[in-house]
């Protein structure tokens, strides 16, 4: 779906289930207390998941949180109805499934940020073909 609005009014079952989903793990996982984190959102859609449900589970000392996603038009969406979030929550548009990943907009960020300590996908992953 490349209609991030009408996406976002109608996602109430993904937003519940990453609600349950954050709840029941988020505590679980460890952070670093040294060392600045990245994360990334695999699959990010419209990024009302990501800013709204995902970013406030994510302890103050992660420096930047990046929502990703296949979509130009969500990309676009995600980062002007979430602006206000920026530097600390950033969007970029790349095919995940990209041969040359590193080449790429979201290559191009791990590099500068010296890789992506966790990263996230919820609902995403079944859409690519090729999970090499």
Known sequence: MHQPALY???N???RESVSRVLREWAGRL???????EAVLDVGCGPGDVTA???????????????????SEE???HAAAAHAALAPRL??????IAARDLPATPLGACAQQ???FHK??????LNWVLDQR
């Open 74 to 76: 969500m990309v676009r």
């Open 113 to 115: 940020l010296q890789g």
């Open 8 to 10: 976002s009014r109608s």
């Open 30 to 36: 460890r952070w670093s207390r040294e060392e600045q």
């Open 52 to 70: 709204q449900l995902l970013l406030p589970r994510l302890p103050s000392s992660v420096r930047v949180l990046v929502g990703h996603d296949v």
């Open 90 to 95: 950033r969007f970029l548009c790349t095919d």
């Open 12 to 14: 109430a079952l993904q």
């Open 119 to 124: 990263v996230f996908s919820f609902f995403t």
